[in-house]
């Protein structure tokens, strides 16, 4: 596959390596060094502006009329690829990913002047309030109702595993409005501050110790008509619409592409019977076996993307590659710990700050090792689990 290779690609690919690796300060590259975790508000905020600054590299998706760079699906392919071989941070999705593309299509040209220049300059960081305590992979039985009154919706109710929302500034979510009909109908998406009086976010700390999911409660939290986007009761197709823009690199290929190549330079370094364990035959054929499937994955996702149509064209493609790609994630990950051995199991997340100058316990990856396995067992539930992206294929493609 020749999709990403040109010459002017790789003009394209030289200048990111080089915005990376000169002009992105060190301690984001250093915090950034280890898999699934995000920055804070003010380090995501630095980096989406100097992104901004190159030319809106913040929203790399985005046509040139919102400000956005108007990069070719290669394009976006090759940046998103070079961030992660490069250990850059990741990009706030929410905001400029999920949010974004929907208020283009449904939102007001109110809402679209006034939350568009935000997502892109890094100003607002955003959340997704989906999910519910009995509303996962059945998000259409969500409950948290937005009842109207005048001018004003009134919530009640709570979302859960909402990521990052303590230190986001905004949320967007689906809300109910009406319980007469299917469960499909009466949901409606609104926008709201979280700093909304009757809202509350707390923590739910995870067994790795990390801070990365909250439980949002609503108690009479009013939000104004012009925050809804769309026709009230009418969520569930933006709701679509929103999951449908995941589609674009959700096989996470190049994050697995960065975690294989880590993977190789433990396993060169780590001893076993006295030589390096990547000399190791049986070794050497997981991590091969690793290699090749990924390079498949690669191969299957660009097909798709660059294809005719791209990314929007894709049905049950998007499921395919959600399945492999979080399965491969987990392998890679599962290898690291192999690959360790006894420095796989302590974790040491101090290790992992800019300046840290104390002796590491092993190697610098126990700072991370540990987490970011058990964090990936997550991998094949959020974004619709496995289990469901395996119906949706036995559904569409199968006929079953």
Same mark, same amino acid.
């Given at each position: 596959?020749?999709?990403?290779?040109?010459?002017?690609?790789? %003009?394209?690919?030289?200048?990111?390596?080089?915005?990376?690796?000169?002009?992105?300060?060190?301690?984001?590259?250093?915090?950034?060094?280890?898999?699934?975790?995000?920055?804070?508000?003010?380090?995501?905020?630095?980096?989406?502006?100097?992104?901004?600054?190159?030319?809106?590299?913040?929203?790399?998706? #985005?046509? %040139?009329? #919102? @400000?956005?760079?108007? #990069?070719?699906?290669?394009?976006?392919?090759?940046?998103?690829?070079?961030?992660?071989?490069?250990?850059?941070?990741?990009?706030?999705?929410?905001?400029?990913?999920?949010?974004?593309?929907?208020?283009?299509?449904?939102?007001?040209?109110?809402?679209?002047?006034?939350?568009?220049?935000?997502?892109?300059?890094?100003?607002?960081?955003?959340?997704?309030?989906?999910?519910?305590?009995?509303?996962?992979?059945?998000?259409?039985?969500?409950?948290?109702?937005?009842?109207?009154?005048?001018?004003?919706?009134?919530?009640?109710?709570?979302?859960? #595993?909402?990521?990052?929302?303590?230190?986001?500034?905004?949320?967007? @979510?689906?809300?109910?409005?009406?319980?007469?009909?299917?469960?499909?109908?009466?949901?409606?998406?609104?926008?709201?501050?979280?700093?909304?009086?009757?809202?509350?976010?707390?923590?739910?700390?995870?067994?790795?110790?990390?801070?990365?999911?909250?439980?949002?409660?609503?108690?009479?939290?009013?939000?104004?008509?012009?925050?809804?986007?769309?026709?009230?009761?009418?969520?569930?197709?933006?709701?679509?619409?929103?999951?449908?823009?995941?589609?674009?690199?959700?096989?996470?290929?190049?994050?697995?592409?960065?975690?294989?190549?880590?993977?190789?330079?433990?396993?060169?370094?780590?001893?076993?019977?006295?030589?390096?364990?990547?000399?190791?035959?049986?070794?050497?054929?997981?991590?091969?076996?690793?290699?090749?499937?990924?390079?498949?994955?690669?191969?299957?996702?660009?097909?798709?993307?660059?294809?005719?149509?791209?990314?929007?064209?894709?049905?049950?493609?998007?499921?395919?590659?959600?399945?492999?790609?979080?399965?491969?994630?987990?392998?890679?990950?599962?290898?690291?710990?192999?690959?360790?051995?006894?420095?796989?199991?302590?974790?040491?997340?101090?290790?992992?700050?800019?300046?840290?100058?104390?002796?590491?316990?092993?190697?610098?990856?126990?700072?991370?090792?540990?987490?970011?396995?058990?964090?990936?067992?997550?991998?094949?539930?959020?974004?619709?689990?496995?289990?469901?992206?395996?119906?949706?294929?036995?559904?569409?493609?199968?006929?079953?």
């Amino acid at each position: 596959m020749n999709a990403i290779d040109s010459p002017e690609l790789e %003009r394209f690919r030289a200048e990111v390596r080089h915005f990376v690796r000169e002009e992105l300060p060190e301690h984001l590259r250093t915090k950034s060094r280890t898999e699934r975790f995000s920055l804070g508000s003010e380090d995501q905020k630095l980096f989406l502006r100097m992104l901004y600054d190159k030319g809106g590299w913040s929203c790399p998706g #985005w046509p %040139r009329e #919102w @400000g956005g760079p108007g #990069w070719s699906y290669p394009q976006q392919y090759v940046f998103e690829r070079e961030l992660s071989l490069s250990y850059a941070p990741r990009i706030n999705q929410f905001g400029s990913c999920m949010l974004a593309p929907a208020l283009m299509e449904f939102g007001t040209e109110q809402q679209k002047n006034r939350y568009l220049p935000q997502i892109l300059k890094g100003e607002t960081l955003w959340c997704q309030g989906y999910s519910e305590p009995a509303a996962g992979s059945d998000l259409a039985s969500l409950k948290c109702r937005a009842e109207r009154i005048g001018d004003e919706y009134v919530i009640n109710g709570t979302k859960i #595993w909402t990521s990052d929302a303590h230190f986001s500034d905004c949320l967007f @979510g689906l809300f109910r409005t009406d319980s007469s009909g299917k469960k499909q109908f009466g949901i409606t998406v609104l926008l709201l501050d979280l700093n909304t009086p009757g809202v509350e976010v707390h923590p739910i700390i995870k067994f790795d110790g990390q801070h990365e999911l909250n439980q949002i409660f609503f108690t009479d939290v009013r939000v104004p008509i012009e925050n809804r986007v769309g026709e009230e009761n009418d969520g569930w197709t933006i709701a679509k619409h929103i999951l449908g823009n995941e589609r674009f690199g959700s096989a996470e290929v190049s994050r697995s592409t960065a975690m294989l190549e880590r993977l190789k330079e433990i396993a060169a370094r780590e001893l076993t019977n006295g030589g390096p364990l990547i000399d190791n035959d049986d070794f050497a054929e997981v991590v091969a076996h690793a290699e090749l499937e990924l390079q498949a994955l690669e191969f299957t996702e660009q097909r798709y993307l660059f294809g005719p149509g791209g990314p929007d064209a894709m049905g049950p493609e998007a499921s395919l590659l959600k399945v492999r790609g979080t399965e491969i994630q987990q392998r890679i990950s599962e290898l690291t710990m192999h690959a360790l051995a006894y420095y796989a199991q302590p974790s040491v997340p101090e290790q992992l700050e800019h300046g840290f100058n104390d002796d590491f316990v092993g190697s610098w990856e126990t700072g991370y090792a540990a987490r970011s396995y058990f964090a990936l067992r997550a991998a094949s539930i959020y974004s619709g689990t496995n289990e469901i992206q395996k119906n949706i294929i036995a559904k569409t493609v199968l006929g079953l």
